[in-house]
Nanobody, 121 residues
Framework: QVQLVESGGGLVQPGGSLRLSCVVS????????MAWYRRTPGNQREWVAA???????NYADSVKGRFTISRDNAKNTVYLQMDSLKPEDTAVYSC???????????????WGQGTQVTVSS
């Protein structure tokens, strides 16, 4: 089973930026679609962004225009650049691997331990 290790979270003021990283162990990373999710206590885990093995990306409506997902296959790493952060972005962010086929992404977990993002008001 792959291991997923997220990093890059922290405390930031509203309007600030953070870049999250997710390092995936093992081989085969370049063939997988990847996604970022986020969760808060008492809330459903929410899908944030996805990227295929190519350049195709998709974003949740809540983060469109503010977040950018990217990947570096040579480093087995997926990134989430978060700009114009809002207090409602506060959550634990985690990554997972899945698939992209016929224009459809599929992610069911498991996810990494996650990294805490706190946007103070």
């Amino acid at each position: 089973q792959v291991q997923l290790v997220e990093s890059g979270g922290g405390l930031v003021q509203p309007g600030g930026s953070l870049r999250l990283s997710c390092v995936v162990s093992g081989s085969g990373f370049s063939t997988n679609a990847m996604a970022w999710y986020r969760r808060t206590p008492g809330n459903q885990r929410e899908w944030v962004a996805a990227i295929a093995s190519g350049s195709n990306t998709n974003y949740a409506d809540s983060v469109k225009g503010r977040f950018t997902i990217s990947r570096d296959n040579a480093k087995n790493t997926v990134y989430l650049q978060m700009d114009s952060l809002k207090p409602e972005d506060t959550a634990v962010y985690s990554c997972t691997a899945g698939s992209y086929r016929d224009g459809t992404y599929s992610f069911r977990g498991p996810w990494g331990q996650g990294t805490q993002v706190t946007v103070s008001s």
